[in-house]
């Protein structure tokens, strides 16, 4: 961490930022500018800098201080160089795989739920996506069919032997989502709801993170060690767009982020082009986009008959489009040294 | 709701969305233009609106769907057009009192808290203020003391006669919080933890949601109405800054948000500065702003020694710079119809 | 255009703001909702709507003005769906070829902006870009070469045979600047500098037009018109990155740009993923993803030395980091139906 | 400025560092921690900051740069602590006067910019604003009478007596435009058109800066570090609200701006309510809160009949609704210490 002292800080002011310093055990190195002191502390952790840098920032003659590490450890790139890879009942994510997790936004009836697995099962999918607790920004609208829709889920499951993701809203629910999905997802509007990752963290089943539609990469990360330091390693990170100005499409998929979190984190990402883009017309070329950029895997909303869909119709391809999607993927993962 | 056809679409997919509009028992009026045309639909409640908007914006010559009316009821300003009032163990926000609400971001000890809670009292706050329960970007930040906390709350509130605001995070510990809690908070992170707003709502107690760091004044209603829709009637609402790409403060404080809502909702507003702005010598202008475009209240975090706090130092006044605050705001409210 | 009535508004109203668009020569449909009563406008030009939505939205009893149909005409897909190509000597942007354009940030020296030329040739480049004329934030940084800079340009051009892309700052400059250039930037600090847009408009040079780092696709697009309208068709739209809250990354490259624009615009688009990223590290993932995406051409800074360079280098790829880029895109092409 | 270098970076690749700076002359203090070594760097002038990051940033084992001093001089508080004073035909910008210019958007005809400036001079205005050049999103809309305009703005003074602020937008009607204005206003598409800061820092005629849209506060005083640099130092800022993800406002008035540039600079700052809210109902409530955080004036788009408006109808206020707002800011300024 570096503190720097404002234009016209006295010597005295230094010195006792530097004797609160030692006293607390930090090592310190002084550098006097033509303008400004810095301060450098050493021995900072990772647990400590949020706190430290709040304290100092409240003392009248420091401008700011300027964290030089990365405030996560267990998720961070170092931790595990080679990279985490999770095995979904032998979906491997993290590997050579480009894994594609799809389905629809809403587990609607038995019969829907069943038809759109064998659909995108047959387009080549590895994992079902559903939901079956719903977050709708309207107090009014379907919230899902909670353990009936778990279980209609299980039953496409057996019927397909496809792997099952879906989310988590609630702490109450973890454990019966558990004992249902083989990967648990946390929405947007949780993604800084502590209380609920470290109840994931607890956990043993593997966690999708979606990114918070307005969370900075390292806010996300931290979100993630919430996660981790529970003890479960289990995590992808689902970049699934982020609030913008922006218009025309209901959030902006962040493509820098996936090049930015394999320089960052061992944790595989997953891309998810139907929030990032809120629009079934563009959500093909975003998905390859997103692989040609390196992408472990992608998550994409499928529904049998769109039109007629309780939720997210408008960004949910047909059966015709995933399938013609797929078969541009086939090309693509071709050239970019992974398997479909 | 308005759908916009795409240009070049027939009149038969014309007729096919009107038939289905009719089926469901909707009015129609078509306005054909001279590239598109617009069918008008009546009759859509607040409740069917989104769902209805995302099929037939799945339909492949469906342009968009327009909302015309407001997608909340309970909280529109219709509802209740003279405002709500709502009275806290005898301090009435939404009134002609300027209501301050101040103390320390973390209750820490029971002398921190104590001491804080004199300080704002002399000074002329009306409302106490600080955290047991505590969201912190890291998960090895201090979290709050939980229960010890809220009755270290409760014993200054009895010292000093002054109500009790506090931040619930966990639908778990709504109960107990409620035991002693004048005022729940919720916080942004948890801004749309819809299951959070439902156990709020089913409470008594008054609450205070802030808003979500990139809610719309839309959804921001809508997550109140979430409250509102279990019976809760006794809703304020807090401006705490929007994230935005400025990085010279820690949010920006949206001073539009008050007299908007002032248009749209009959619910009190509140404002927050400390996180508005997150800079303690930014606080006092924004809050006399704030004030004088016609807030409700505000919160103010305080703390008897910002180097020493354990969270948000940063933006924490001195009792001297509360103080001299609190003077100023006597002289604003002179001129504003407020009394202080 | 639809007006929107306040709730709560008269027949009175209505009938004088009806009575006041017949006047102006508009056709009317009236539908009246539950709560509110709509009013949709025929007939409104592009040219008109901006004026006649500002005055109805100006009288107390109308909430809002909705546009219906786009706010360009020019720049339509509509009006060339068969999209447009553009010749620069030899060089065709919007067709098949995959069109890479790299050079350095800013001109420096005959000998750099020779080396550099030579560098991307030889890795298969099709465009050489260079600065003549630099934007800086700073007023005491380096604003380039100027006309000498567009000799050295020329010299590099006569030397390997590759058209020349530069920026033009100052509508004082584009008469100078089309005497040596190929192709003409306008930069994202001018992309709403209107009479600038003017200016190029009346040349018959093509122009690249970077998106302004805060404008809307259909702001951009309105830009784009402003060049149309004074005849020159030939003009790409280079999608740069936008200003979002993110820090880690200079901007956020929006690659949903890429397949939206070719929905609404016959016009070429182009990718740059220096400016979008602002990290050499980040740049080869992210023209991979664009290119899979859809765009037809990107543009990259590449330096003989990027550490020496006056301006970019962070966001510069050593020449070492290009040729590998090519090699990928290479194999990327081959299967997306594009020669490089 | 300090330069982190990456984690792993060699006590071989930190020397050569050291080296390449000790050669350009500049002092170097090295802080050694636990993960990654510091570099802080003594003597960087403002000038040349920005390229010395660049070209570090671009070495592979650097993390990256930060800076600490601000990239401007003469904008600085620290350059003329008590404050700049402007003085406009006897009305004191900067000074106890609470600032008021008020007026039509466009000049349309001299009967309208007659009585639009009688209105606001009755009810206590001091400065004229109207616009002459105009920008517009399309290319279509009216572009403001241009010399014309100008001559009709010095007719309204001369029978009113009040100064005229009028907007350049074109760096070859600076000149003309000085020949008419009192102040140079400088519209927020063009806050960063460098080329004509230049030429308005030529001129001595005073500069109102408008924000850009997505411009950060330090990039602000960066471009009026710009017209400073050419020797005109009566310079005023204009918040006018920037560019967010809300929709509700046309943009979000950042009242942080006030104190924050009280704090950084010594030039005077003008609040833009009309442009920073978009809405007419707003403008009042924004206004007033503009001035109690402390700005030195406000801008505020009055016109005789809005509905009738050629440009911003919907956020300008009617003569009413004007004079009611002077009347509240006279009593709110009674308590702040300025004189209206």
Redesign the interface.
Known sequence: M?I?MK?GASERNRDDIVENLKERGY?V????????T?I?V??V???????L???????PFVERC?S??N??KVVDK?FRPEGTKINVRGVEIGGDLAVVMAGPCTVETEAQIMESAQIVKKAGAHILRGGAYK?????????GHGVDGLKMLAQAREATGMPIVTEV????DVQVVCEYADILQIGT??A????LL?EVGQARTPVMLKRG??S????WL?AA??IA?QGNYQIMLCER?????????RN?????A???L??LTHLPVIADPSH??G????V???T???????CDGAIIEV?PN?????????Q?LTPEAFESLMEQLK??T???GRRL
């Open positions: 570096v720097v234009t090592g190195h002084i550098s006097v500018g033509a303008e400004k810095i450098g050493i021995g952790s990772p647990d400590a800098k949020a706190e840098s709040d304290q100092f920032e409240a003392l300027v030089i590490s405030p996560y170092n977050p709708s920004t309207s107090p009014y609208s379907f919230h809203m609630d702490v109450r509007r949780n800084q709801n502590y209380n470290r539609m307005s900075r990469i390292e806010e931290q060690e919430y330091s767009g982020i609030r913008t100005f922006e218009t025309y499409t902006t998929f962040d493509i820098n996936i090049p930015a394999k320089e990032g883009t629009k079934a017309s563009l093909p070329a975003v390859l986009g997103a692989f040609a950029a390196g529904h769109p039109a007629k869909a309780l939720k997210d119709g408008a949910s090309r693509l071709a050239v970019t």
